[in-house]
């Protein structure tokens, strides 16, 4: 499983923090790439980051008849909804995949407290496992960000005690109507519940995809975490 982005493949060990971003269903790592350029528009200190793109592996996808295409996971239920059926031993290799990931990056002198997880649709579901679930090799991460995903291996999740302290970032779209927008509030009240301590709930009217405010707001989120500014979005929000 190989990762793509320019800045990633830098040898220098001199960017003070990462961000690692995996894709969602049918997608490559060109589709979210555009992050490396977008988010330095709002926060220019984020152009100094490594910026580390995943690609999936290609899989069969049940829904879809068996097709092969890029997906972390296999997707038995459409729409998501929640307590969607788990395709276990893909989602995890996705964490071992995110966590591979986070071994280069601290092999190249990043501080995993400035490394930040996360993606869109299965991407934000194999980044909440990676940032949460005891499979995790590497708790503690500085930061998840979850665009439109969803909350996975319910039953058996319990936070480790480093990663409660790992703040969150989940965006979501109000009509979302593939990944329910009810994901959202069950994933992250249930979080809190297993004592994350800090998430950042964030709604927008769109479906399943992405909006400008909403690239606003996590590189916010991300500038803070890394460079430990303070924005006035640090505070969990449950508004409009």
């Given at each position: 499983?190989?990762?793509?982005?320019?800045?990633?493949?830098?040898?220098?060990?001199?960017?003070?923090?990462?961000?690692?971003?995996?894709?969602?269903?049918?997608?490559?790592?060109?589709?979210?790439?555009?992050?490396?350029?977008?988010?330095?528009?709002?926060?220019?200190?984020?152009?100094?980051?490594?910026?580390?793109?995943?690609?999936?592996?290609?899989?069969?996808?049940?829904?879809?008849?068996?097709?092969?295409?890029?997906?972390?996971?296999?997707?038995?239920?459409?729409?998501?909804e929640v307590g969607c059926t788990d395709d276990r031993p893909n989602k995890l290799k996705?964490?071992?995949?995110?966590?591979?990931e986070i071994d280069k990056l601290v092999a190249q002198g990043v501080d995993k407290s400035?490394?930040?997880?996360?993606?869109?649709?299965?991407?934000?579901?194999?980044?909440?496992?990676?940032?949460?679930?005891?499979?995790?090799?590497?708790?503690?991460?500085?930061?998840?960000?979850?665009?439109?995903g969803w909350l996975t291996l319910v039953d058996e999740l319990k936070v480790p005690e480093?990663?409660?302290?790992?703040?969150?970032?989940?965006?979501?779209?109000?009509?979302?109507?593939?990944?329910?927008?009810?994901?959202?509030?069950?994933?992250?009240?249930?979080?809190?519940?297993?004592?994350?301590?800090?998430?950042?709930?964030?709604?927008?009217?769109?479906?399943?995809?992405?909006?400008?405010?909403?690239?606003?707001?996590?590189?916010?989120?991300?500038?803070?975490?890394?460079?430990?500014?303070?924005?006035?979005?640090?505070?969990?929000?449950?508004?409009?």
């Open positions: 499983m190989s990762s793509s982005s320019t800045t990633a493949s830098t040898s220098s060990n001199n960017k003070p923090g990462a961000l690692i971003f995996l894709h969602g269903l049918g997608d490559t790592p060109a589709g979210w790439s555009s992050l490396e350029f977008q988010l330095p528009q709002v926060k220019p200190r984020l152009a100094n980051l490594h910026y580390v793109f995943p690609h999936a592996p290609t899989l069969p996808i049940s829904i879809n008849g068996g097709m092969q295409m890029p997906s972390w996971f296999d997707l038995f239920d459409w729409p998501i996705g964490v071992d995949a995110v966590h591979a400035k490394i930040v997880i996360g993606g869109f649709s299965q991407g934000g579901a194999i980044g909440l496992l990676a940032a949460y679930h005891p499979h995790g090799r590497n708790p503690g991460v500085g930061g998840c960000v979850a665009l439109s480093e990663a409660k302290a790992t703040p969150l970032f989940w965006g979501h779209g109000l009509y979302d109507d593939k990944v329910l927008f009810e994901h959202q509030n069950f994933g992250t009240q249930k979080l809190e519940e297993l004592g994350v301590q800090e998430i950042d709930r964030r709604q927008y009217p769109m479906g399943h995809s992405s909006d400008p405010d909403e690239i606003v707001a996590l590189a916010e989120f991300l500038d803070r975490i890394i460079f430990g500014a303070s924005d006035d979005g640090k505070k969990k929000s449950d508004e409009l």
